[in-house]
């Protein structure tokens, strides 16, 4: 029977782990690997539905992904088995009974007993031999070292290697067979260091590969860490002009530090990516360079020789990749450096400031349910957008234009406003106003408002009190009603002016309102403060929470909007939308313009609903 030695060097060793098989699995072309390192190949190749044989480098499908799935070599791990339950006997003892092998000499190849274990370290001779416990390289913890006698020739030591045959051989085989055969020989001492200077110097250069990518992650780090430290200092700039203004810039304030935190979450999600596409390429270098590493446990002959051969070339063309640029993630530190947080301060005028640096772009372009319906637009609960129709209906859209309710299919709305308790305030074709629950239930309340021939059709707003404004076109007065409707409490002349649109700012008494295609600005008298309009431009207005003011300006024969911001009396600050190029109305000169609550500014044309926000 063979020993134990003889049987582990017959094709029971794995060509890439140097070690007994430990579960072998079968590829198509017939060589036989442990599954542990096939995963370990898998991970580094490109499709994980097939893997190279590193021997002979032909593909076999994976049955989805998975290495486990393989064919087990069922003879091979029987005998792999049966290997390691075989208790090995002394092969140095000369009795018949031979007893059982505790330890095994790696310069002698031989297993010894207790007693030639003892008789052998005494002798001065084998004092430098490597001797190993047997249980170790049953396990496969401690690989076995090969002899080196030629197979041929066992008494010849195979002291030459073939470049042509990748095998080592004695001399006589050289001289006898490979030389004539027109081989190339060299001295297989001088082939084993050139083998391990090469994998030291992949190893070298995957150690260099590895720092420059995690310094690529740390400087990523350091990029995310700015951003965080620049966006924590806004939000500080924010909250200390907040307490110094005190609690009727809070609205502006949250609506600031939503703008930062939409910025920090688009920043912080770029990053991340590019962190762990980098994270990954670190870890298909760690799997290439360990299965690289095996070749310097012991000399490579054969299957081992060529698996390694495949390895260390993928290893080389993987480390031959151009490293990662850090402009992708210095890109992003630059665009979060642009932005600035800039206060404001008036006399008898509080506005927070206003975050610079970023750009406006329309993130929704939809059509209305119906063609040429839009008659009214304001800002209701919950994040939604009212646009009431002149067919019929209210139109609730969300803050990415998706339609999320129709309301009041059956009335022709032709204004409408919200209290702060979510009751609604709806005046339909006649100026006839009527009150609804949040969930659009009439309620019995009456307005005494003037009819539509006698006053006219106009805007309607509330202010922060609920108190409820309605404006008249054509008597160009405004009548303020509570809740609760009935009488006017009381009666604002225009000074002159019509109310086409309607707005109260939050925290004064004064009101926007559209005439025409000027901009007044009228304080809660109804005295005029101040006029915006522009030559050949249709101007649409509307108050923000902040109490700044945002007017469209519509070139409707050539359909380009722009958006300016204005402060509460009507002095420009910025530009937000350039000559934004819309679908031009057929029919009406008609349009609509507010602020959602998250801060996207929403435009409506008889027909579509536009949506711009931050980025």
Known sequence: MATFHQISSQNLECPICLTLFNQPKLLTCSHTFCEGCLEKVSQTQPNQQMITCPVCRKETPVPSGDVSKLQTNVPLSSLVDEVKTKNPTCTVCEMDEKPPAVSYCQDCAKNMCKSCENGHSIWKPFSNHEVVPVSEVLSGKVPLRRRRKCKTHPSFDEDCFCTHCRENICSTCGMLEHLQDGHQLEKAAVHEKNVKKNIKELQERAKVKKTTIENHIDFIETQRNEITTMLRKLNDDIDKKY??????????????KCQVQRLSENFEKELQ??????????????????????????????DA??????????????????????????????RAQKISFRSYVKVNQLFLGELEGYTWNVKADVELPCKDSMNCMTRAPDGMMAVGSRFGGIY???????LQQTALKDVIVRRIGFLSDGTSVVGDKCNKMSLYTPQWEKLDVAFETMSDDEGGFGGLTVDRDDNIYVGYRKSKKI????????????????????????????????????????????????????????????????????????????K?????????????????VHNIVTD????????????????????????????????????
Not at 243 to 253: A, G, S
Not at 289 to 296: D, F, K, W
Not at 396 to 402: H, I, K, N, T, V
């Open 243 to 256: 307490e110094e203004y005190m609690q009727l810039l809070t609205n502006r304030r949250e609506a600031l």
């Open 273 to 302: 990516t590019m962190k762990e596409e980098s994270r990954q390429t670190v870890s298909h270098v760690n799997a290439m360079e360990e299965l690289v590493t095996n070749g310097t446990k012991v000399p490579l002959e054969k």
């Open 305 to 334: 020789l060529f698996a390694h051969d495949t390895l260390c070339e993928n290893l080389k063309s993987f480390l031959g990749r151009d490293d990662p640029d850090d402009q992708s993630p210095r890109s992003v530190t630059e």
């Open 396 to 402: 609730l859209y969300s803050p990415d234009g998706e």
């Open 479 to 554: 009548q303020v009603f509570t809740p609760q409707g009935g009488k006017i409490v009381r009666e604002i002349m225009c000074d002159g002016y019509s109310s086409m649109q309607l707005f109260s700012f939050h925290t004064t008494g004064k009101l926007i309102l559209l005439d025409s295609s000027a901009v007044v600005c009228l304080d809660g008298k109804g005295m005029n403060e101040n006029v915006l309009k522009k030559g050949g431009m249709l101007a649409y207005p509307t108050v923000r929470r902040d109490d700044s003011v945002i007017v469209a300006w519509v």
């Open 556 to 572: 409707h024969g050539e359909g380009l909007v722009s958006i300016d911001r204005y402060t509460i009396d009507l002095k420009q």
């Open 580 to 615: 934004f190029k819309i679908q031009k109305p057929e029919k009406r000169y008609w349009y609509c313009l507010q602020e959602f609550e998250s801060g996207e500014i929403a435009l409506c044309t008889p027909n579509r609903l536009y949506v711009f926000g931050a980025i």
